[in-house]
C-alpha cells in the first residue's frame, strides 16, 4: 500500500488531518506524521530527521506520498529525501497538493489499493471538488498560484473592488532591543514573516527606506532598523491579521533577546590579563611553540581560509547550471543544519541562531531570483554567477553606515564561500587556517580534530575534556601536542599571542620568556630524538629479554592511519574505531561506502589482522542525523551496542560490509559497550542472520572469522567466564572501563584525575578479565588509551594480556619498555601494583623497580 506522510509546522494540526483521514477510511491506511519540533517554548516548526523517520516508517516498494503544510517545511522533506538511497528516493514523492484535501484523497485511494501514480493523481485534484462547489475555477488541478501572481494581484486593486483578502494592512512598530534588527532578530522576522501566506512587505520609517519583503534575509537586515527607530510592516492576504500579529508579538518581544538596554550603556572593563602560565591536563605528548588561534564555533573560519578562485566561463545549459547550484544549495542547508543543532547543544540557542540567519541567506528569493537570471540570461557557470552576486550583496552591506551591518559582511562571505566549496567539489574543513597557530577552544568534537591539518595545528589548548576524551585520543593519533581541562583564561588571550605548549606536563605559557623558551626547544629536540631512537627498532617484534612476545597493533579511524601506523611499527590493527566513518556526513555511510573503507584497510595491512569494532556512536560522540536526543548521562545511556541492537537496519548495514571485506583477509569483529551475556546473543543472532543471507547469495566471506567484545563495562568484567563461552577473544577498553569503574566521566577535566587506568581498581578488574579469558581458552588483549604510557607497559606484560593496541606514534616507545624486561621482572611489578591504594604509587612502584633504564 502507498504510505502518506504528512510534514506540518504543528503537530496538532497534523494530529487533526490524520484524526480526519483515519476517519474516513477506517484506519486502513499506512500513515505518518511528522510535525514540530522538540522545543517546549517554540513548538512550530519541522524537523528533516523526523521527517526521515516518518517517510522510513511507511516505507514500502508501493511508495510514499509527501504531504507538507508550506515554508520549511518543504525543505526539511527535500531534506529527508537526501537521506535515503537513490533507488528509494525515487519512491518517494513530495506533492504540492493542499494538506487537508490531499491527504484525505490519498488515503482514500492508498487504502483502495491504487498505485503512486493513482494516488499523486487523487492528492493534487483534491481542491477541484471544493472549488466547484464554490464556482471558482480551477485551471489545472495542480496549479499553484504563485507569487509573481499574487503581486500582481495585489497590485491591481483598482480593477475591482478589493476582497477581504486584497486589502493591505499595515502596522507601525518601535524598535527596541539594543542592535535593532540586526541578523539574528531579522532572521526571526524573516522566519516568523514565511509562515504566512500573505504578501509581507516592511520599511524603515525613520530612515525612509522603501518597502521590502519580509521573506529576504538581505533586504531586512539592509534597511538597517537600530534601536529606537520605526518600522511598518504590510500584509495583504487571508492570513494578514494574524501575520501582523505575530510579527507584532515578535517585535515587542525584543526578538527574545534579553539585552534591550541602550547602546549608550558603559562598556564592560575588559577582562583581566591572562598569567603568564597555566598548567591544565596532559592529552598528547610533544612540545608546541606557535601564536595562538581561538576557534569559535559560532565563527565557522572560512575567511581564514584561501578563498576560492572562481573561474568565469559559458556554458550551453543553464539548466544544468541552475541544478548544480540547487544541488549545492540543499548540500549547505545540511551543513548549516548539522552546525546548527551542534551548537546549540554546545553553546546554547542564542549564540546558535546565527546559523538562522545563514540558512535564510540561502533561500533569499531575492538572492537566488538574481543568480537566476544572471546564469541564464547570461549562460554563466554557476560559481560565476553565485560569486558575482554575493558580491554585490557584501558590497551593499559595506557601504552602509552602521558598523554592526558592514560587520555582517562576514557572514555573506561565509555563506558564499561555503556553496563555492560544495560547487567545486571541495571537503568541508572545520578549521582551516592561513599560518600554523596554537589552537584555543572550549571544546573540540572528534570531527573537529579528526579535520585538523597537523601542519598548520601544532598545538591544541582546550578548557573542556580529559586525556581518554575521543578529542585527545585523535590529537594523539594525529601527533599534534594537546593540553586539555585548562582554566578559562586562555580563552582570553588575544589571536596572534605566542604560546607554548608541552603536552607531556600539561603546561601552557603565554608569551613565554626567552629561557623557557629555550628550555622547551631542547626538550622538543630531546623527544623528537627519542622518537626516532624508538622509530628505528618499532619494526621489530615486541620481545621481553628472555623473548617472551606480545602483539602490538595500532588503534585506528581511517585508511589514512593505516599507513601512518605501518610505518610506525603495528602488527596490525587491534581497533578500527568505525565511528569516525559516520562524521563529517549527513547520513550513515552505505555498505558499499563501508566495504571500500573496510577492504582499503585490509588491503594495506597484507597478512596483518584487522580488528573492525562495529559503530561505538553516542557519549561524546553524538551524531545529528541519527537523530540521537542529548541526554542527562550520555555515557550510562544508548551508546555503542545498545543503540546499534535498537537500529537494526544501521548495524545490519555494516555487519554486511564486513562480513564482505573479510573474503581473503584477516578480518575479526568486535562488538563494543556489551554489559551483559543478552547483548552479545543477540549481536551475533543478527551476524548469523547477515552471514545466512550473504550465504544465500553466493557472497563470499570468511566463514571462520573469529568474533569478540570489548569489556569496558564493570558488568562484563564480573561476568567475564560466561562472555568467554560466547566469543573467540576480549579486548579491554580501559578508556570506559576507568570512568565506569571510578564513577568519573571521561570528558569531565574535574574528576580526570579519578579516571586513571592505572589506579589498582582497575587493575584488578584487567586482571579478573585476564584469568577469565584464558581459563577459557581465548587470548585478551587491550586497546585502551594507557597502553601508550610506557609506565603501564611492564603492568600490562605482567598481567598476561596477549596483545595490546595503541595511538601509532607510542608503538615505538612500548616496544623498547618491553625489550628491557623479562616477563618475571614484569609479574613482579604488576602484582606488586596491584597491592597499591593509588594510581600514584603504582607508577612508583614502576619508576622505582630499576628495570627499566627508560623511567630512571
Ligand atoms: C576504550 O573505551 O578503552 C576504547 C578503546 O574505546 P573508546 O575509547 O573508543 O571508547
Ligand atoms: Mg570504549
Not at 494581484?153 to 542592535?179: F, K, M
Not at 532578530?185 to 530612515?207: D, G, M
Not at 566549496?421 to 587556517?433: A, F, H, K, N, Q
Amino acid at each position: 500500500m502507498v504510505g502518506i506522510v504528512i510534514v506540518s509546522h504543528s503537530k496538532g494540526l497534523a494530529e487533526g488531518v490524520r484524526e480526519l483521514v483515519v476517519q474516513m477510511v477506517q484506519g486502513k491506511v499506512s500513515l505518518a506524521v511528522a510535525a514540530g519540533v522538540d522545543d517546549p517554548q517554540n513548538p512550530l516548526g519541522t524537523d528533516a530527521i523526523q521527517v526521515y523517520e516518518a517517510i522510513a516508517s511507511v516505507y514500502s516498494e508501493d511508495g510514499v506520498l509527501v504531504l507538507m503544510d508550506l515554508g520549511s517545511a518543504l525543505m526539511s522533506a527535500e531534506m529527508a529525501l537526501e537521506f535515503f538511497p537513490p533507488e528509494q528516493q525515487t519512491k518517494v514523492h513530495l506533492c504540492a497538493a493542499p494538506l487537508v484535501e490531499g491527504a484525505i484523497a490519498a488515503a482514500v485511494a492508498a487504502a483502495s489499493g491504487s498505485d503512486m501514480q493513482r494516488v499523486l493523481a487523487e492528492a493534487q485534484a483534491a481542491l477541484v471538488p471544493k472549488a466547484t462547489q464554490l464556482g471558482a475555477a480551477i485551471n489545472h488541478p495542480s496549479s499553484i498560484i504563485t507569487e509573481e501572481q499574487l503581486t500582481h494581484d495585489i497590485g491591481a486593486p483598482e480593477d475591482a473592488s478589493p476582497t477581504a483578502e486584497q486589502i493591505t494592512r499595515e502596522i507601525h512598530l518601535s524598535v527596541h532591543n539594543r542592535l535593532g534588527l540586526h541578523a539574528r532578530p531579522a532572521a526571526k522576522f524573516v522566519a516568523c514573516a514565511t509562515r504566512f501566506q500573505s504578501l509581507i512587505q516592511v520599511c524603515n520609517l525613520t530612515k525612509s527606506s522603501g518597502f521590502v519583503r519580509a521573506d529576504s534575509i538581505n533586504q531586512v537586515t539592509m534597511l538597517g532598523a537600530r534601536q529606537g527607530h520605526e518600522i511598518v510592516i504590510t500584509a495583504t492576504g487571508t492570513d494578514a491579521d494574524e501575520a501582523l500579529a505575530a510579527l507584532q508579538a515578535l517585535v515587542e518581544s525584543h526578538f527574545g533577546e534579553d539585552d534591550i538596554s541602550s547602546e549608550s550603556h558603559p562598556i564592560s572593563p575588559s577582562p583581566p590579563l591572562p598569567p603568564s602560565s597555566l598548567k591544565g591536563i596532559p592529552a598528547s605528548p610533544g612540545v608546541a611553540i606557535a601564536p595562538s588561534f581561538q576557534f569559535k564555533k559560532t565563527t565557522v573560519v572560512w575567511h581564514h581560509a584561501a578563498p576560492i578562485h572562481v573561474h568565469e566561463y559559458h556554458v550551453e545549459n543553464p539548466e544544468t547550471e541552475w541544478q548544480r547550484l540547487q544541488s549545492a544549495l540543499r548540500i549547505a542547508r545540511q551543513e548549516i543544519q548539522a552546525l546548527l543543532t551542534h551548537s546549540s547543544i554546545q553553546i546554547g540557542d542564542a549564540e546558535a541562531s546565527i546559523f538562522d540567519a545563514h540558512l535564510l541567506f540561502l533561500e533569499d528569493p531575492i538572492l537566488l531570483e538574481t543568480v537566476q537570471e544572471r546564469i541564464f540570461a547570461l549562460h554563466l557557470n554557476a560559481e560565476a554567477a553565485w560569486s558575482a552576486v554575493i558580491e554585490e550583496v557584501a558590497s551593499n552591506y559595506h557601504q552602509l553606515e552602521d558598523p554592526y551591518l558592514q560587520e555582517r559582511v562576514a557572514d555573506v562571505v561565509d555563506v558564499g564561500q561555503r556553496i563555492l566549496r560544495i560547487l567545486s567539489g571541495t571537503p568541508i574543513t572545520t578549521v582551516d587556517l592561513s599560518q600554523p597557530a596554537i589552537l584555543v577552544a572550549c571544546d573540540l568534537t572528534p570531527s573537529d580534530t579528526a579535520s585538523l591539518d597537523p601542519t598548520k595545528v601544532l598545538g591544541i589548548c582546550i578548557t573542556a575534556g580529559s586525556a581518554t576524551a575521543h578529542s585527545a585520543i585523535l590529537a594523539r593519533s594525529l601527533g599534534i601536542p594537546a593540553v586539555v581541562g585548562l582554566p578559562s583564561e586562555i580563552l582570553q588571550v588575544a589571536d596572534g599571542t605566542l604560546l607554548s605548549v608541552d603536552g607531556e606536563t600539561g603546561n601552557v605559557w603565554i608569551e613565554p620568556e626567552a629561557d623557557t623558551l629555550a628550555a622547551l626547544e631542547v626538550k622538543r629536540h630531546t623527544q623528537q630524538t627519542a622518537r626516532q631512537k624508538a622509530l628505528a627498532t618499532a619494526h621489530q617484534p615486541c620481545l621481553t629479554r628472555d623473548r617472551h612476545q606480545m602483539s602490538v597493533l595500532a588503534n585506528i579511524g581511517s585508511i589514512e592511519d593505516t599507513q601512518q601506523a605501518l610505518s610506525m611499527g603495528a602488527e596490525g590493527v587491534g581497533l578500527l574505531r568505525t565511528e569516525f566513518l559516520y562524521l563529517h556526513r549527513t547520513s550513515a555511510p552505505s555498505e558499499e561506502e563501508q566495504l571500500t573503507v573496510y577492504q582499503a584497510i585490509a588491503q594495506l595491512l597484507g597478512t596483518h589482522p584487522l580488528i573492525i569494532r562495529t559503530l561505538d556512536v553516542g557519549g561524546d560522540k553524538p551524531l545529528p542525523y541519527l537523530k540521537m536526543q542529548p541526554e542527562t548521562n550520555p555515557f550510562l545511556g544508548w551508546r555503542g551496542i545498545r543503540f546499534c541492537l535498537d537500529r537494526p537496519q544501521i548495524l545490519q548495514t555494516q555487519l554486511r560490509a564486513i562480513l564482505r571485506a573479510s573474503a581473503g583477509h584477516q578480518v575479526k569483529i568486535m562488538f563494543p559497550m556489551i554489559a551483559t551475556v543478552a547483548e552479545i546473543q543477540a549481536a551475533k543472532a543478527m551476524l548469523a542472520e547477515v552471514q545466512a543471507e550473504l550465504r544465500q547469495a553466493g557472497i563470499p566471506f570468511d566463514e571462520k572469522m573469529e568474533v569478540g567484545i570489548m569489556v569496558e563495562v564493570p558488568s562484563a568484567v564480573a561476568v567475564a567466564e560466561q562472555l568467554a563461552q560466547e566469543v573467540d577473544f576480549f579486548s579491554l577498553g580501559t578508556n570506559d572501563l576507568s570512568q565506569y569503574v571510578m564513577a568519573a566521566d571521561r570528558t569531565n577535566p574535574q574528576v580526570a584525575l579519578l579516571a586513571d587506568a592505572l589506579h589498582p581498581a582497575v587493575l584488578r578488574m584487567i586482571q579478573q578479565t585476564v584469568q577469565a579469558a584464558h581459563t577459557a581458552g581465548i587470548w585478551v588483549g587491550l586497546c585502551g588509551e594507557v597502553a601508550a604510557d610506557p609506565l603501564a607497559a611492564p603492568i600490562l606484560l605482567g598481567l598476561g594480556l596477549d596483545e595490546v593496541s595503541l595511538s601509532p606514534p607510542a608503538i615505538g616507545a612500548f616496544k623498547e619498555a618491553i625489550a628491557q624486561l623479562t616477563m618475571a621482572q614484569a609479574q613482579a611489578i604488576a602484582t606488586t601494583a596491584l597491592q597499591q591504594d593509588s594510581a600514584t604509587k603504582v607508577r612508583e612502584v614502576v619508576l622505582n623497580s630499576h628495570t627499566i633504564s627508560l623511567f630512571e
